[in-house]
């Protein structure tokens, strides 16, 4: 089924074809979501905000672009939100704050590994500029092409480009300082 | 070749995007630098976390609690389209109204205008009878 005759049937109030787009399109959300703030409880709050918003917005959208991408545009502005906030919240995981793990235990090693990378990443994404953050995310959790993140960012290809190089770099140098302070 | 050389090259490795002399180069300095050693395993232990949260499928009970929560907001547009079509014909009436006001003044107007200038000119008239009448009188 096309796009354009899933919104059809929606918006003639097809419940079925509700649960069709919700089916399609959830994990993508989901793992766009994922990917700005890296816990799965908020990143399920973040999805089924998303589809909250797609019903209220349906009105404006008038089907030029694929609903992947109205999906992912409304996912990026949601999430980015929620980083926002927070940040404003000042939540962080210090590495003061986790438990020493027993000496034997492999399991609670590599859960504890994973937590501080957890921690250093969710740190050192938010510091990109905003449209650095969602160019990575896109690229990285998605693996989108420049062509279609630069219709979600609704930028040019070359712009893209760019913006996931210094994503990167910027990336590695926050890293690099966060371990550096931190773990090292 | 220098730490910060090294770092700088680090997404490169990562890609694959380096010649086999640059790589080479490049990995033997991470043998004998454990500082270049140890950033370029954290790094890569970042990319496969990343890698790691990419994969986590979304929870079941999600579609579920997403339609759940659908339908309220179907009401919610339901009662939106139905103020916006009320607000179009109140508007409408509003419209109405304000045209039908419009007649009636403008009616009022010119027929108070009307009887104001038939007035005038009966005063005229009645004017030019006192002249006509003060003529008469004169010749008398």
Redesign the interface.
């Known amino acids: 089924m096309t796009d354009k005759e899933l919104l059809k049937r929606i918006r003639q109030?097809d419940?079925p074809a509700?649960?069709e787009l919700?089916?399609a399109y959830?994990?993508l959300v989901?793992?766009t979501s994922?990917?700005f703030v890296?816990n799965?409880h908020d990143?399920?709050d973040i999805?089924?905000e998303v589809?909250?918003k797609f019903?209220?917005s349906l009105d404006s959208f008038r089907g030029d672009a694929k609903i992947s991408t109205w999906l992912y545009r409304i996912t990026v502005n949601v999430s980015l939100n929620m980083v926002r906030n927070e940040r404003k919240r000042k939540y962080s995981l210090e590495i003061k704050d986790i438990d020493i793990p027993a000496a034997n235990d492999t399991n609670y090693d590599k859960e504890l590994?994973?937590e501080q990378?957890?921690n250093?990443?969710s740190q050192a994404l938010a510091k990109l500029p905003k449209r650095q953050q969602s160019v990575f995310v896109l690229s990285?959790?998605n693996d989108m092409s420049y062509h279609e993140i630069a219709a979600v960012e609704n930028i040019s290809v070359s712009a893209v480009e760019s913006l996931l190089y210094r994503a990167?770099?910027n990336l590695?140098k926050y890293?690099?300082n966060f371990?550096?302070k931190n773990?090292? | 070749m220098k730490c910060a050389e090294v770092q700088n090259k680090f997404i490169a490795l990562q890609d694959g995007m380096l010649n086999p002399v640059e790589k080479h180069k490049i990995e033997e300095h991470l043998q004998t630098c454990n500082k270049c050693q140890w950033l370029y395993a954290m790094l890569t232990k970042t990319d496969q976390y990343m890698a790691y949260e990419k994969q986590q499928r979304s929870p079941d009970f999600l579609a579920n609690r997403i339609l759940a929560s659908l339908p309220t907001h179907a009401a919610k547009q339901s009662i939106n389209l139905q103020l916006t079509r009320l607000q179009k014909i109140a508007a409408l009436l509003l419209v109405a109204i304000g045209l039908a006001s419009g007649w009636l003044l403008g009616n009022m107007v010119y027929t108070t205008d009307h009887s104001f200038s038939t007035s005038v000119t009966d005063e005229f008239n009645l004017g030019s009878d006192i002249g006509a009448f003060e003529a008469f009188l004169l010749n008398q």
């Open positions: 109030n419940p509700n649960r919700v089916n959830q994990q989901y793992t994922m990917g890296h799965s990143a399920a999805t089924q589809f909250i019903f209220e590994e994973n990378i957890k250093a990443l990285r959790y990167r770099r590695q890293l690099k371990y550096e773990y090292k």
